[in-house]
């Protein structure tokens, strides 16, 4: 199995799951995580990332970590100095319709979205809300672009275009899309030599449907114009994505691995979680398995099954604990306080 991983979190793309992945993975594999300094969960997203964000390393010993995949705006330069050189590179994307649609609802207190009730209302009019030059405009426009490392208000050429979809086949291995999820944890594990076990999840960082609206065409085409960096790197990679499992897998074998994924996750649901699945915020029993609320949105969590055995509700809690959480009970594992 690979151990050295690279993985683009890029927002609101199903990305704190693949996270809980990972973080998973390299608990059980005692790895070693590039940690933003001083613990935090960020290594200073929106800057582009430098290799001295990341606690314990120093220019003069250069130290590799084997996972990298807290929130940072791709520099591969600079990642390349607190990874080894063999590092497996990877993301996930998502539709910018929809990616679009979360983020507004998600950052509404951003600067562009904070003065507009509706998507719309910002689209009729984008410039009037968004201006270029504020801290926090990539929340709303070509977000996937911007955490690539590109400029998300660069013009529009084919030719620009294909430099940014090179410059992306020539940094990572694989890209996934999150509307596949399955199949992409599935080409994931085949590309990675893991077993099944190492990429079940369940849904994390995922918002209640009480804020969730279909969007009328018309709001559909405009926001894949005002996201067309955005769109043109989810069309081509969606593109890619299928090329490779017709290559490396086959539909029919896909089909019958997405099956055997899918009775595997619903037989942890059964039994790790009480009822029937994800619970809103003010349900969730347990307060360390509450997940961050942000914005206009509500995060779902789980409630744990009382009375497993330990072992099992061990691995129950790793599956269903938030990000910010899990991140700080490795960061204490990895750099344990002093005593004073």
């Not at 809980?20 to 200073?44: K, Y």
């Amino acid at each position: 199995p690979k151990t050295d991983i690279v993985f683009l979190k890029v927002h609101k793309s199903a990305s704190s799951t693949v996270m809980n992945i990972l973080f998973r993975f390299g608990e059980t594999h005692n790895l070693t995580f590039a940690f933003p300094l001083g613990g935090g969960f960020q290594l200073h997203y929106p800057q582009h990332f430098l290799a001295r964000f990341v606690q314990g390393f120093s220019p003069e010993s250069p130290r590799r970590f084997n996972i990298l995949c807290h929130h940072m705006r791709f520099l591969q330069p600079e990642v390349q100095k607190v990874v080894p050189s063999s590092t497996f590179y990877f993301s996930i994307l998502r539709n910018p319709v929809q990616l679009m649609e979360s983020s507004f609802v998600y950052y509404k207190g951003a600067s562009a979205f904070s003065r507009v009730r509706s998507l719309e209302q910002f689209l009729s009019k984008p410039y009037r809300y968004y201006k270029p030059a504020s801290g926090d405009s990539h929340y709303a426009r070509n977000l996937m672009t911007f955490d690539f490392g590109f400029n998300p208000d660069g013009e529009v050429s084919p030719e620009r275009v294909q430099l940014m979809l090179k410059s992306i086949e020539a940094s990572f291995d694989l890209l996934l899309i999150s509307e596949y999820f399955d199949e992409s944890m599935v080409l994931l594990k085949e590309t990675l030599c893991w077993d099944l076990d190492s990429v079940v999840s369940f849904p994390l960082n995922a918002r209640d449907s009480s804020t969730k609206f279909p969007l009328p065409d018309r709001v559909v085409e405009k926001l894949k114009a005002w996201n067309r960096l955005d769109w043109e790197i989810y069309t081509h990679f969606n593109r890619t994505f299928w090329e490779r499992i017709d290559r490396a897998i086959g539909r029919e074998r896909m089909r019958r691995e997405v099956k055997a994924l899918r009775e595997r996750q619903a037989e942890l649901a059964r039994t790790c979680l009480q009822g029937t699945g994800s619970v809103a915020p003010r349900h969730i029993k347990d307060s360390s398995l509450r997940p961050l609320q942000h914005g206009k949105a509500r995060i779902l969590g789980y409630n744990i099954k009382q009375g497993l055995d330990p072992e099992l509700e061990r691995t129950c809690r790793r599956l269903v604990t938030p990000e910010l959480q899990y991140s700080s009970l490795l960061y204490k594992k990895q750099f344990p306080p002093q005593p004073p």
